[in-house]
Structures are given as C-alpha cells and as structure tokens.
C-alpha cells in the first residue's frame, strides 16, 4: 500500500505513473491502485471509513486475473466473496458493510446498502460459495491471492 499525505501527492503520482488511477466507484475519492505494481493507494486522510473501498481495491489487486483497464475488464461480483471474507479475516466485517452501501448488488441497481438482513445473508453465503469454486478462498474459507 502507498499512503500519501497529501491529495496533490496522490493525484500527482496517479497523473506520473502509466497504470495509477482512482477508484470510479462513488465515494471513492482518494483511492486508487496500480494493477500492473499490485499497489494499493490512498491518502492518509481518505482511508478514514473507507474499508470497504480498500479491501475492494485489494480484491482488484490480489483476487481477480484481468486488468479492469485492459481489454477484458473483470467481474467484479466474482471477488465480492473474497472481499466479504477478507473483512471477516480481519475482524472488520460491520465497518466493511457499513462503508459498502454503494456497491450494486443487482443489474437492476440494487445496492448493498438497499439490501436487508436476510438478503445479505444470502448473497453473503452465495458469494462466498461462488469465490470457493473459482479457487479465491481455501478449503478453510480463508482468502488467497491468485495473482
Ligand atoms: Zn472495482
């Protein structure tokens, strides 16, 4: 991971090194990652209740194949699993559900913090299992990285 501790610092190394950019998603100002180096990045100030967008840019990094910038972007639900037991490795699981409302569930735009009890339960053992069959957890559950 580079911290920086300034934004300038972060944008400025984003706008100098091929492959650096900022996370898309909303709320994502100040992350980032470099897929090709395997960086996270971030300034200090924006990690602060921004969990859930980290360990999101580590499955980008440690559990999915392709480059979201190259020619066969990721599916990005693939690791969502991986993220989910990540967060429970590191016994972070509320803070990572709290600062993941905005992931979208569903095609039709449900997001995560749309969801109730019942169905994160749900998704969360069915995106577990799936990140188990595509070999991104071990037989004991625990996250691996692939890459
Ligand atoms: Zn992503």
């Given at each position: 991971m580079r911290l920086f501790h300034t934004s300038t610092a972060f944008y400025d190394y984003i706008d100098e090194n091929d492959g650096a950019s900022e996370a898309?998603?909303?709320?994502?100002?100040g992350i980032g990652f470099n897929w090709e180096k395997k960086e996270i990045l971030a300034?200090?100030?924006?990690v602060v209740g921004r969990i859930g967008g980290l360990i999101h840019e580590m499955g980008h990094i440690f559990?999915?194949?392709?480059?979201?910038?190259?020619r066969h972007p990721p599916q990005e639900f693939d690791f969502f699993g991986w993220e989910i037991s990540v967060a429970k490795m590191l016994g972070v699981f509320d803070a990572w559900s709290a600062s993941n409302g905005n992931y979208v569930i569903t095609e039709s735009g449900t997001t995560w913090a749309q969801c109730g009890a019942v169905e994160r339960k749900c998704i969360v053992e069915e995106r577990t299992d799936v990140a188990r069959r595509i070999g991104l957890l071990d037989r004991w559950m625990r996250p691996v990285a692939i890459r």
């Open positions: 898309p998603f909303a709320g994502a100002a300034f200090d100030c924006a559990a999915s194949p392709s480059d979201p910038d190259g």
